[in-house]
Every structure is written in C-alpha cells, then in structure tokens.
C-alpha cells in the first residue's frame, strides 16, 4: 500500500505574516482556541523531544497544562527519562499537531523546573485519581504486571484514605522557555506556510518565512 495515495490533499487558507500577533505565546492562544472550537481531541497533546548528555534523542507525547508569557509547562515524574534527561541537557523540542486544521507548532528552547508552590498548586487541582496515580507508579520502570499497579494503587488509596493526597517529592513541573516558535499551515501541493519567530532579546521577536 502506498502511504501517498491516501494523504489528505491540504485546501484550508493560508498564512501570512500580517495575520500573526507580534507575541508568538498570544498566537500560540488564538490557535489553541481555534483547536477546541473546531473540536480536536486533547489539543494540549504535545510530542516533547529531549536528549541526553550522550545526545541520545527521545521523545514522547505530554500535556501542557500551561501556556504563559515564560513559556509552556508540563508535569512529569522526577525519575522519568524526560526528566534525567532534562537534568543532564535542559533543553528540549515541542510539537503540537492539529491535523484537523492542517497546522503544527514547533517550539524549541531552554527547561527548567517550575517552583514547587505552583508544583503544589496544580497538583491541587486534579481528581483524586490523578492524584494518586502519581503515588502509585514509578514511571518507566518495568512492572511484572498491570496486577502490580493496581496493587500499589489500593495501597496509596488506604494509606490516604479520605483525606489529603499531598504532592509527592518525585513529582512536579517544567517550563519550557522557547527561542523559536514555527506556526505551519498545509496548504495545497505541499507548498505550505511556514513562519517563524525567533527571540532576539527578552521580549522581541524577528517572524522569518521558511521554505515548506
């Protein structure tokens, strides 16, 4: 089966550089809510790319639970592979698909840990589930079974039982501080609209237009 035969032929509008906001993280905003206007399942799904001290390349899919003038924040486990590689090399590489609207958003730039009192905070605000399952799983590390889990789960929900689930030291945020910022729109024959902000000091921004 040839792949190519059933690619989506892109017909949607372009962009063009005097549709952008002069702020990428506003423009990243107006895009998000077009995502969730026009229904895309978790538009907050990212792919984020690290490496290790050794340049090992790997990546996985996250949730921005954040969007701020700093930047954009996601929540791991301090003993993750995301995290030892982020403490080895603290950069890393977003990437938001929207393939509903025929757009992507890559972003890449500087990770540091974001205080644990927001850590706490957002914590705070997710289901009890959530909470625990935090507690409950050593992330990436190889289980006997799905029966360990579960297991481990009913131990955190007796050891807490009703009342507080408090964050877990293992556990809390990043924010990702971008340099460039690249919005993509396919647009018919795959010459599609690329434009880039790149920083230039702490709050301007240069838009160049890259070849698709």
Same mark, same amino acid.
């Given at each position: ?35 969730? @206007?026009?229904?895309?399942? $978790?538009?907050?799904? =990212?792919? +984020?790319?690290? %490496?290790?001290? &050794?340049?090992?390349?790997?990546? *996985?899919m ?20 995301? @995290?030892?590689?982020?403490? $080895?090399?603290?950069? =890393?590489? +977003?990437?938001? %698909?929207?393939? &509903?609207l025929?757009?992507?958003? *890559? ?44 297991? *481990?789960m009913?131990?955190?929900?007796a050891?807490?039982g ?30 599609n609209?690329?434009?880039?902000? *790149? ?14």
């Open positions: 089966m040839s792949i190519d035969e059933i690619r989506e032929r892109y017909s949607r509008a372009g962009l063009n550089e005097t549709d952008l906001n002069p702020d990428p993280i506003l423009q990243f905003e107006q895009w998000f809510q077009d995502a969730g @206007a026009a229904g895309v399942f $978790e538009p907050g799904a =990212a792919c +984020l790319a690290t %490496a290790s001290r &050794e340049a090992e390349p790997s990546a *996985r996250v949730l921005l639970k954040g969007v701020e003038s700093r930047g954009f924040i996601f929540f791991t486990n301090y003993g993750s592979p995301k @995290a030892r590689d982020l403490a $080895e090399n603290p950069r =890393a590489a +977003l990437v938001v %698909a929207w393939v &509903e025929a757009r992507q958003i *890559r972003i890449s730039g500087s990770v540091e840990p974001i205080s644990r009192e927001e850590s706490h905070r957002y914590f705070e605000s997710r289901v009890a589930g959530s909470r625990l399952s935090a507690w409950a799983s050593h992330q990436s590390q190889v289980i006997d079974s799905r029966q360990v889990l579960e297991e *481990r009913r131990d955190f929900q050891r807490f009703d009342g507080d689930i408090p964050l877990p030291p293992f556990w809390g945020g990043y924010c990702l501080s971008p340099g460039q910022i690249e919005f993509w729109q396919g647009r018919p024959d795959r010459l609209d690329r434009l880039r902000y *790149r920083r230039q000091a702490e709050t301007e921004w240069v838009v160049e237009r890259l070849a698709p």
